[in-house]
């Protein structure tokens, strides 16, 4: 049997895609989803903001939103999709 050279990108690789799969789990945990619609003070919760943040990032569009009845709702998954694509990758 030969031996097998690991490079960085592929240890790399592999967190990304095992970091991936422990998230999966976590949404999924109990065999219960995560809701879809959350509310403003969801939004500020899991993100650590304050209100005057989360407007800041509405008007900005950063975050999309639907608005029924005076009471503003935020799809979980495109605030997911935001986190995803302003992550800064650090290479240690």
């Known amino acids: ?14 967190k990304v895609e095992l970091l991936e799969d422990i998230k999966e789990l976590l949404q999924n945990h109990n065999g219960t989803t995560a809701k879809k619609w959350i509310k403003s003070n969801e939004v500020r919760e899991l993100l650590g ?6 407007q800041n990032l509405r008007i900005n ?3 999309p939103y639907t608005k029924i009845g005076g009471v ?7 605030i997911m999709e935001v986190l ?3 992550k800064v990758n650090k290479n240690f």
């Open 49 to 54: 903001i304050s209100p005057g943040t989360l």
């Open 72 to 78: 503003l709702y935020y799809d979980q998954r495109e």
């Open 84 to 86: 995803e694509r302003n």
């Open 61 to 63: 569009g950063t975050l």
């Open 1 to 14: 049997m030969g031996a097998t050279i690991i490079t960085s990108e592929d240890l790399m690789e592999f």
